[in-house]
């Protein structure tokens, strides 16, 4: 192999940019030719490509978004947009790619591989820590320690006002954020996709925290939770609980998308990046690169996709035992 | 004068600690016992009050909320309950008031002085900067530093996206917050309670970016802007402009209330506060105490309460010019 | 086990006060009275005990230092201060310890138990992360992204002067915090006490960096290097580089060792304390709670004090792939 | 005037590259050509010079050092150097320009002017706010929440440990950083340049804590104090106390030049790039933009050069009571 591209696609995380460098200068230390493609498979039937250097990559690890810009791609989901994205890939001689982002991201490059032979090794880029094959995405560490700074400042608003707060975070599938979130900030009670938390529990909890004089709670929902999202939640339990209670929502939103890396992020993201590197060269296509338990493996696309990531139940009753 | 009180009320405000902090020790400093009352006007008539010392308030310079609590009294609105808290004061054998809070805070203590003769010295603590008398409230600072962050954090999304993103921030009568943190995070558009910005003039901002191929956008609206909040005004937008524009909202919300005050609020907030302190003690009565120009003053109740704070056009200009 | 003690010693780390969080609701969870004893095993011989509950353990969680204070005892080396130390335990009904800290704390606590029976079970408290039987200790997370702020922070100045920087972090023994902090932050290269660095490679390096005419460089130095402290090395290095080269030093120092503890680290010192509380249940003894591999375990004290962990030689071949 | 130029010279500080942007596009509103110059003095003489546009200073707002890059330059000393510098200059037609540095900066830009004419108008930019002519200076506030964010951290183990700590941060002439700090860190005492403080009075502070029961305490001091460094002064200090105190001491160091600027130093580098430009086109020269009292000021660099800046001894007094 004497050409890759690499780009970024679906949501950006933080994170990203140090995978991007990693792929970089991995490649200019095994003597192979890197371009960056931009706006993700957009960019790439577009044929927004170009030659990177160790130079491009200077002063970024420590940067949010993504310098390739990311986007969703509808042509890419077409015949004809993987046919002119082929093309380009073509005409720029490039060999094979490394693809950091998440399922739709790797579901594309499996389609892609199976009708045009590019080899793609996937790096997982996502706050959501949704993807099976890895501990954990790149972005996600930073996007708890984001949710959490939040959770602490409505601490301080809930404790000086005798307040109930539902804070309501990032995970449409995945109480990943939620849970690790609302440990760290502890919190009474976490609700998460994965584990049904009936309402009658939640308003069970607030009046175990009463009947102690707990006069503030803290209870962080995630995006997807089944019960409906932290306002609805919150108009339900006002309704159910007697007298004059005081509870607000914050929704933290794309706040928890950006922002320069943790440590971890940017180690981890350097791993898979170069980790995704030398197994494309090795000769690995259509596969995940992920770390678990502190080692690198290569997961196959289609089981990143298929399977589901279980949460561990362990932190939910952990919740329960620290809040008492 | 030999024994004053201090409380807070209304919003919590990052800094208030460090003002109750200056209280307590300026009154340590110059003789005086000084007793904290929690949860504001209700503490004060439900007797909730206690002796404090300098250590009392040590390791609180740094914490957001307020040590002492706060709270909206509904009862202090009413003759009993004014009276209740005259009793619970003269049973303390307190002869002074240090009120930390805003305008409903500063009405109140008003109406108590001219029914019970009780003097109250008040000090800004809001994180709006809505008070007259003043050029900065305890608070302020933090708040934008807080909605800076956000706005930071949230451009790094905007720019690998190709976004267009109206984030909402504090300040129902005032666009302090949204000002400063729009110019300080290169905000195309700043929208604010006090100066009208027809929507015409928000499409042809975003479409002016365009012509210079600017692909992603951010505008800071102020929680009380009159074409609506945040996501009103994103919908109507979106009706306006052609296309497949990428428009997103977010809602600060209640993050910006919390978290360690800034040195400014901290310095800010210890002046006012041995300036309230010491204001009480020589005599001054019904009067906030503030820093304009670098200077301390004292302005009375009723002009704080009554006289709008002008907003700095200079800085609406400055964005038009600095986002060109 | 119906009464047990808790208490930190060594060094102070972040995340010391969410672990004796876990501890304290963990014992009430499972129906246990426990106690807090300050300043480690010289609070234990001057009887500092008192009773906590839940309460005594609100809003801690996200503070930086330990609420029970630590010290290292000179006395409780000696026979005469552990037979006091076993006296006051004996005196308060204690029956098993957590003991948060290091190696020195560990060691006490096994002579102690050899010589009075009192069980103990640690938890591994230090920025260090230099015990064997965790991947890692409670504080390591916050203390690399304190040094990779100051990383980040410097390398502004760095960028902007054309400088060369050495910047010295933590670890005696350890180059841990050095490496991840040198990886996330974009290190040319990173001296640590487990591999010697030669001065020519380090010179090597910076002349490698100037023919790609990279203008600064950023060196980070594990205190314990061999080749000297960062000071030394610098003045070393600037005497066998010709001509005007702007060679600078920072050693980072205690900020290291504060702060509000990250989402990781609260969540490993709240797994920690709770695993380490429920093994002392269980009859565990002498052994240290560790998280491997993402799953609990025990080790034996003997072994955390005598095997040495080994550093991740992965790592350091990746930093010279990364500032290829 | 049709063309002007922009540089950064001397020590970076946060906020100059928001003074940048607001000259920039300042420039492009008011219908002017700019340029940018590298390094300062030394890329004018060299003539690393190179016209700017709106979108060369796109994202740039949050960014610590200066995309410019910054130098003190020996040969702008010298006669040939700015008569080079003088050539380069009028080789590409520029009129005016924009200094943004401290007192080297424009003692520089003074003598060239007298030499060959060309108008320069100065914006102040230096963490150590040691200028005459503004309240504030580019980068203060900045390096203040970062010292103070490095004591707030220390005072973490300060109080874990009962420790004095010396932490020494920057100001050669000036003790503004350290008041600043050092008061919103809740410092028993701050040691400053501008003010003696005899080590007695240092020892009788340290005491009369003892005497009042703290056990830890933080003093702050300026690198440019009398009695000398702050490991000197600890030295000192540890001779004249009787036994066992621990006594530690921090340098701060370069952490506090780099860093995203806060919002205070962007909204006041935006301002001071503006006026200082909008100086130039009315026909100023020989002057340095200020804000004095929030409004925009010009003040000779004579001025800013011989007038030293007087310190606020009410800032010292209160260090004193807050302590108390």
């Not at 927004?48 to 978004?65: A, E, L, P």
């Not at 950091?100 to 996502?126: D, H």
């Amino acid at each position: 192999m004497k050409r890759i591209a690499v780009f970024t696609s679906g949501g950006d995380a933080p994170g990203m940019n140090a995978c991007i460098r990693a792929v970089v200068r991995g490649a200019v230390y095994h003597g192979i030719e890197v371009f960056g493609i931009r706006k993700g498979y957009n960019g790439m039937i577009a044929g927004d490509i170009f030659q990177m250097s160790s130079h491009s990559v200077s002063n970024i690890v420590q940067r949010g978004g993504t310098i390739l810009k990311s986007a969703r791609s509808k042509e890419f989901m077409t015949a004809e947009g993987r046919q002119k994205a082929y093309d380009q890939l073509q005409a720029h001689g490039i060999e094979g790619l490394v693809a950091i982002g998440g399922n739709g991201t790797f579901t594309g490059a499996m389609i892609f591989n199976n009708e045009y032979g590019v080899p793609t090794v996937g790096a997982p880029g996502t706050i959501d820590n949704d993807l099976y094959g890895t501990d954990y995405t790149i972005g996600f560490d930073t996007a708890v320690n984001t949710a959490l700074d939040a959770v602490d400042r409505i601490r301080d608003t809930a404790s000086s006002h005798d307040r109930i707060f539902f804070i309501e975070v990032m995970g449409r599938d995945s109480g990943y954020i939620a849970i690790q979130s609302g440990i760290a900030g502890g919190a009474e009670l976490v609700m998460v996709p994965e584990v049904l938390t009936p309402l009658s529990e939640v308003v069970e909890t607030l009046k175990q925290g009463w009947s102690r004089s707990k006069s503030s709670s803290i209870i962080v929902v995630a995006e997807g939770e089944e019960e409906g999202n932290a306002t609805e939640i919150a108009e339900r339990i006002k309704a159910q609980v007697d007298g004059d209670v005081d509870i607000r929502v914050t929704t933290l939103g794309h706040t928890q998308r950006g922002g320069a890396p943790t440590a971890y992020d940017r180690i981890l993201a350097s791993r898979l990046g170069l980790g995704a590197l030398e197994g494309l060269i090795a000769g690995q296509k259509n596969v995940m690169a992920g770390i678990i338990n502190n080692e690198l493996v290569y997961t196959p696309f289609e089981d990143t996709i298929r399977l589901p990531k279980p949460i561990n139940e362990d932190l939910l009753r952990m919740v329960k035992i620290l809040s008492i």
